[in-house]
């Protein structure tokens, strides 16, 4: 198979911005959902780096301890927001929504997903969900409960947590419509010759996720229902003033939220085996094994929502059970990991950005996932819980994890997604300072948390390790800054790409799944021919990347 020669591609077929509003494109539509997706980004990065400021020294610095008069904006509602944006705005959509919907279809070699209306609905779902939010942010009283909305502080706060909840509730149609659209397009429309065990492995982790996405978003839609009827209505639900029982809510929301961690997380690893297989130049270690292990992370996420519930009051033989199933989900965890170290022996490895981040990846992920195993453990998790360490953990998982590998999964397909080749060298430079600012942030929080630092604290003047806990502060603040710079440095060159940056071959890695076969960027209906899958993805010792 050839790659298309032609000047149309899907950017330029058509002009005009209601050409874009009302496009069916998967590829444009996955375009969309970037430029929103990342403006998200950058608006829970804000309150980011805001929260660190505030940190760097005892007392408070920039935000009124509690909501004065004139005070709109309080150390609460500032963490809150950070984390609200950054789950639900950002790091659950991201990927799916991204590269999902770039990708996945021509990887499957088929001109749109099963459903392009649909998909074209589920962004503007995402839109009008997003919108909510904002309102609820800027025109409302904003929200204080911490992303997690939990009761019964949320149903007797005078933020504008109901308004706040509804655009979550909204969102997750979004996300349910999108991994429907993904799930019918794996089943029905893959090329023909494209068995299961041909797909790439992208495509595995994005199938995996969908069921997620599926299964688990009507249960928070759900929640959120019940909780915006509490606040609304007064029925005891959840509030004990009312009759209700708020460790319900718990139950309900992490029965979600842990599933949810998989929607974050299976999408970064299944980036990770494209990055790993391609920029090794090596056959796919243990393809079937981790395209099980995928699916088994799936249906492991269900059955360990209690293990953030170990202080909650439940019982010890319940603990003990989820205990036992948070350390069993590493195994098929690990299985991804050993498969990608193996895949990287003795390959032809490329230094490039792509395997930088795939490389950060396994470090900074392989520390996030122990560190779980840490708090999976009674005898641990008690007196680490509501400190720093679960911070520092969580953000190893989520930024160390999905992050990083959205990071290196943009900086993969960009030369696919727009044409254009950015600097290696500007690559590399901003790399260096995502790997150390993000270190720098959170390691050191993972001695703040040992050393007894409770998490949603403002002013931690007057501990008894005052001193200790503003050292550590200062020096994850820094990080912070360092990492801010690095994502100034990967817009600034990414944005240059596309000005000046040289046009992009069809294959600028040497991969061998279909996104390679064709042009870059594709035409409008992907290929100029109707593909037929002759070889696997990761068939390197068979098939010279020239030849697809």
């Not at 909305?149 to 509730?169: A, K, L, N």
């Not at 995928?294 to 953030?308: D, E, M, P, R, T």
């Not at 071959?505 to 209906?525: Q, V």
């Amino acid at each position: 198979m050839s790659a298309a020669d032609s000047n149309t591609n899907y950017i330029n077929h058509t002009k005009g911005i209601m050409s874009w509003l009302l496009t069916v494109d998967h590829k444009r539509i996955g375009l969309m959902y970037m430029i929103v997706v990342l403006s998200a980004f950058a608006a829970g990065g804000f309150f980011a780096v805001a929260i660190r400021l505030e940190l760097f020294a005892p007392e408070m610095q920039i935000f009124p301890a509690a909501p004065t008069e004139g005070a709109s904006w309080t150390y609460n509602k500032a963490f809150t927001l950070h984390g609200a944006i950054m789950v639900f705005l950002f790091i659950i959509p991201s990927i799916p929504a991204i590269l999902g919907n770039f990708c996945l279809p021509i990887m499957l070699g088929t001109k749109d997903v099963a459903f392009p209306r649909l998909n074209l609905a589920s962004w503007y779902i995402y839109m009008i969900g997003a919108a909510i939010c904002l309102y609820a942010i800027f025109f409302g009283n904003s929200v204080d409960t911490g992303w997690t909305f939990y009761t019964p502080y949320s149903t007797s706060s005078s933020s504008s947590v109901t308004m706040m909840t509804f655009g979550v509730f909204v969102l997750g149609f979004s996300s349910i419509l999108t991994g429907m659209n993904f799930v019918v397009t794996v089943h029905k429309m893959r090329a023909p010759g494209m068995g299961w065990f041909e797909m790439p492995l992208f495509v595995w982790g994005i199938y995996a996720t969908a069921l997620i996405q599926i299964l688990a978003t009507p249960v928070l839609a759900i929640t959120l229902l019940l909780l915006i009827m509490e606040t609304t209505f007064g029925i005891g639900i959840f509030d004990p003033a009312n009759g209700g029982d708020p460790v319900l809510f718990q139950h309900f929301f992490w029965f979600y939220s842990h599933p949810a961690v998989y929607i974050m997380i299976l999408p970064g690893m299944a980036v990770m085996s494209e990055l790993i297989a391609v920029h090794s130049h090596r056959t796919i270690f243990g393809y079937k094994l981790i395209a099980y292990s995928s699916v088994a992370i799936a249906f492991l996420g269900f059955l360990v929502w209690g293990h953030h519930m170990f202080v909650s009051g439940q019982s010890e033989f319940i603990s003990l059970l989820f205990s036992f199933i948070t350390f069993l989900i590493g195994v098929p965890t690990a299985i991804k990991l050993f498969n990608w170290m193996t895949t990287m022996y003795l390959g032809q490895i490329s230094w490039n950005t792509p395997m930088l981040y795939a490389l950060c990846f396994m470090v900074t992920f392989t520390i996030g996932g122990l560190t779980g195993v840490f708090l999976g453990a009674l005898g641990m998790d008690i007196p680490l819980h509501d400190t720093y360490f679960v911070v520092a953990h969580f953000h190893y998982v989520m930024m160390g994890g999905t992050v990083i590998a959205f990071l290196g999964g943009l900086h993969h397909w960009w030369p696919k997604i727009f044409g254009k080749m950015y600097s290696e060298f500007w690559g590399k430079i901003g790399f260096v300072f995502i790997f150390l600012g993000f270190n720098m942030t959170f390691f050191s929080q993972f001695i703040l948390g040992q050393q007894g630092m409770p998490r949603r604290y403002a002013d931690y003047a007057g501990f008894e390790k005052t001193q200790l806990f503003e050292t550590y502060h200062q020096f994850s603040t820094v990080g912070s800054l360092i990492l801010a710079v690095g994502f100034i440095i990967i817009l600034i060159y990414l944005v240059h790409s596309l000005i000046a940056g040289k046009k992009a071959p069809a294959n600028p890695w040497g991969g061998l799944s279909m996104e390679w076969a064709t042009s870059s960027p594709p035409p409008a209906h992907n290929f100029l021919e109707d593909p037929v899958c002759k070889h696997g993805p990761y068939d390197y010792d068979k098939v010279r990347p020239e030849d697809i």
